[in-house]
């Protein structure tokens, strides 16, 4: 069955025309999880990112995911996506594996290359081959959370006789976010899960990036079966009461396509949206039993 997230209010695009409180995170998510959603979710920025507008709020990613690991019981954590170039790869790992813990097991690591460089001015990060510094923070992170024990000499990144301890107590899942040719073989060769991101309802955008990460499994030799497929989706006005049967279409379309996960960006990110969510996959739930 396909699995229903939710991102979480850390903009202050996300809110009533100001930056949500810790507190008003923590009970959207604790909500999230009273409703039965699956998993929430954080974007990682320094600043909001929209086009053209000047810097906005954004709370730090992994500070708020690691208090909701412990705020919350139920729901899985992940992220879409931590930038890579804003942590040091072997730290990253590190910090991932004290976030798992603290949750009992309920982590996803999110990671991408990064896009927006006004951010990266801003905050000192070099903006220079991304995707290059990204492949080699992957040689560092994967075998570090399989526990192994990683030399690494490269162009951006050096570890020596680096080992997580305590290690990983399980296989925490590694998700990646990429629609380019390089950045989707990467995927494709390393990932657990892959994300693409936004729509609205699968259209042609969609069923081209699906169909060149198949090709890549392929070429890697790895059925799609094998890596879990997360979309996420845009709802406007999503406290409106007609946005229920809105998503019941969305979730029921994604789902007749295969996709593993549904992780919804909600407009206004308020509780009165999660409710219109939970009664939409109540909605489609039903849809899909009377059929």
Same mark, same amino acid.
Do not use: C
């Given at each position: 069955t396909m699995r229903v997230g939710t991102m979480l209010p850390l903009a202050e695009s996300d809110g009533p025309g100001r930056i949500a409180t810790w507190n008003e995170i923590l009970v959207f998510a604790r909500h999230a999880e009273a409703v039965g959603l699956d998993s929430i979710w954080v974007f990682d920025h320094m600043y909001g990112n929209e086009p053209a507008s000047p810097p906005s709020g954004m709370h730090e990613a992994w500070s708020v995911l690691a208090a909701l690991a412990a705020a919350t019981e139920r729901v899985e954590l992940g992220q879409l996506v931590m930038c890579m170039s804003f942590r040091n790869p072997a730290l990253l790992a590190k910090m991932a594996v004290t976030v798992d813990g603290i949750s009992r097991g309920r982590l996803t690591l999110g990671v991408g290359a990064g896009w927006h460089d006004p951010e990266y001015r801003a905050f000192g990060y070099p903006i220079d081959h991304r995707v290059s510094r990204f492949e080699e923070g992957l040689e560092i992170i994967i075998p570090l959370l399989r526990g192994e024990t990683v030399t690494f000499n490269g162009r951006f990144h050096t570890v020596t006789d680096a080992v997580l301890l305590p290690p990983p107590t399980r296989r925490i899942p590694l998700l990646i %976010? +990429?629609?380019?040719?390089?950045? *989707?073989? /990467?995927?494709?060769?390393?990932?657990?899960?892959?994300?693409? %991101?936004?729509?609205?309802?699968?259209?042609?955008?969609?069923?081209?990036?699906?169909?060149?990460?198949?090709? %890549? /499994?392929?070429?890697?030799?790895?059925?799609? +079966? +094998? *890596?879990? *497929?997360?979309?996420? *989706?845009?709802v406007r006005d999503a406290d409106l009461p007609e946005a229920r049967g809105r998503l019941a279409v969305a979730l029921g379309a994604f789902a007749d396509l295969g996709v593993d996960d549904v992780i919804v960006a909600l407009q206004p990110m308020t509780v009165a949206s999660l409710d219109r969510l939970a009664e939409g996959i109540s909605l489609w739930s039903e849809a899909r039993s009377a059929s």
């Open positions: %976010a +990429s629609m380019g040719e390089r950045m *989707v073989r /990467l995927t494709a060769r390393h990932a657990d899960a892959w994300n693409t %991101a936004w729509f609205q309802r699968p259209d042609e955008r969609f069923g081209r990036r699906v169909a060149d990460f198949e090709k %890549a /499994l392929g070429a890697q030799g790895r059925e799609r +079966s +094998s *890596v879990r *497929v997360t979309v996420g *989706v845009d």
